[in-house]
């Protein structure tokens, strides 16, 4: 996954001093991509999460500010499974790959 390099367009005007890119961390194993974004005091219903055209937008408002993200997300991510959960100003989004995506383990045979 790679960052975009513009920020994702709000559906409020805004200034470039009320908004910021949160932090993130993006992790790779061999199920999934997961993405940490630190959103303090964004509540659920002031967040948004979307994936279209193989872009991950993250969005969320709180008091007048603005976080927001975008990142390139490779093919053979199973799209329909995407999970995202906002605990203690954290976001975690859960991007399984596609079985074709994972590790298959192949059999060793003797003889």
């Known amino acids: 996954m790679t960052e975009t390099t513009n920020p994702a367009p709000s559906e409020t005007a805004c200034t ?22 630190d ?6 219903d ?5 994936l279209a055209g193989g872009e991950l937008r993250i969005f969320g408002t709180t008091h007048g500010h603005e976080y927001r993200r975008r990142f ?3 093919e053979g991510i199973d799209a329909d499974t995407i999970e ?20 298959r383990q192949i059999p060793v045979t003797v003889g």
Do not use: C
């Open 16 to 37: 470039p001093a009320s908004w910021s890119a949160p932090a993130v961390d993006i992790y790779e194993n061999d199920q999934e991509f997961l993405v940490r974004a």
């Open 39 to 44: 959103i303090p005091g964004v509540q659920k």
């Open 46 to 50: 002031a967040m948004r999460v979307t």
């Open 72 to 74: 390139d997300v490779p």
């Open 84 to 103: 995202a959960g906002l605990e203690h100003g954290v976001l975690t989004v859960h991007l399984p790959k596609t079985p074709e995506q994972q590790p």
